[in-house]
């Protein structure tokens, strides 16, 4: 299916928007309920398979939406086989990247929601790019239905439920692309839609205050992590510099203002970088900073970025930090890095691309599929 830039993908509209369309071209009510039914439960990308959709609205569906939107370019698999990262073209040309993960009970699709990122933190791969576009709701959609197909297809027997859950952990920033990340949720949400429950997602931000405020009145229930990796305004503003103008006093009230008012638990996660943010002393301050809240902390350690100096705490200090933490009554959990050798790790996305003269010095992979694809990363 090819993807034509300018034409409105199919999953870019939620459930009024569509509504509201087919009733504007005459059509009845029910047929909204039945052309989402083959968009997200059949995962069709062809008007002309859906049957039971008159063949005069099928024409009129076909010149108005690009069904797909998505390109994939190339495709890793991680070592252990528990991880794949894809590459996908969008209609303009632009890359993104997506990574789904797979546990004995969950499979985690773990997508972007623009094409690069504003925030630089000082750690993370997509943090070079800059911005370059936000992505559409119906680009975050496609994402999520392009790695279910590859999980179903894979399943024998054949089963309803691929993926389990999803975090907007990609590339890019969540809450600065709110309008489309908020209906994309909703319409992966929607009992008509996708179906996943909104506990099964969880956005993650750098720490966006005014977005956090507004996101506490939302009525979808998604969960939500912050991005703290420090505990102290210096150290913050050094890896994470958005914290110069939402600072740590300031994050902390919205996250209290948000616990207030939605009485769900946040994340909190810290990339621990070895002797930057990684001693006893500071997990201390971090305990300190979450006592009485009804929070959980993440430890990731660091994911290698190529070019950056810093390194990933080793074991024994990522489980002494934990060990402080836990001490003073604060769950926490140590991730586990998944798909390291694919750079599919948490800020390790860049959607290899040469861009306007800019290039990181990043290690090439092979893809694993065949050339067709292979050799998509590589073209331009
Ligand atoms: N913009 C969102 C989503 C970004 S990626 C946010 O800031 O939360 C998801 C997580 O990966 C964030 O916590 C981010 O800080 C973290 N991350 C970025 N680079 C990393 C790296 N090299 N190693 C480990 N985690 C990293």
Known sequence: MTTTA???????????????????????????????????????????????????????????????????????????????????????GERVESVLME??????????????????????????????????????????LHLERHVRARQAPPSPRGITNVVFMGMGEPLSNYHHTLRAVRVLNDADGFRLGARRMTLSTVGLVPAIYRLAHEPVQVNLAVSLHAPTDDLR?????????????????????????????????????ADVNDSPE???????????????????????????PWQGSGRERVAAFADVLRRRGIPTTVRVRRGIDIAAGCGQLYAEVERRGRRLPFPGHAAVRGPEMGSGAERR
């Not at 690009?66 to 991680?78: F, I, Q, T």
């Not at 925030?119 to 791969?125: D, I």
């Not at 769900?264 to 970088?273: G, K, L, N, S, W």
């Open 282 to 308: 500071l997990a201390a301050t971090l305990a300190d900073l979450l006592a009485g809240l009804l929070v959980h902390v993440n430890l990731i350690p660091l994911n290698p970025v190529p070019g950056s």
């Open 6 to 92: 300018g034409q409105r993908l199919v999953y870019d509209l939620d459930r009024e928007e569509w509504h509201a369309l087919l009733a504007s071209w005459g059509e009845p009510a029910f047929r909204a309920r039945q052309i989402w039914e083959w968009l997200y439960h059949h995962l069709e990308t062809d008007f002309e398979a859906m049957h039971n959709v008159p063949r005069a609205l099928r024409a009129r569906l076909a010149a108005h939406f690009d069904p797909n939107g998505l390109r994939p370019l190339a495709e890793w698999r991680s070592s252990d086989g528990q991880t794949r990262k894809w590459l996908f073209e969008l209609a303009d």
């Open 103 to 144: 546990y004995t009970a969950r499979r985690t699709a773990c997508i972007s929601v623009q094409v690069g990122c504003a925030f630089a933190c000082a750690f993370c791969a997509t943090g070079r790019m800059g911005l370059i576009r936000n992505l559409t709701a119906g680009e975050i959609v496609a994402q999520v």
């Open 237 to 273: 503003t050094r890896l994470v510099p958005i914290n110069a103008t939402y600072p740590l006093r300031e994050l902390m009230e919205a996250v209290r203002y948000y616990l207030n008012h939605t009485g769900r638990r946040v994340t909190f996660e810290y990339a621990m970088i």
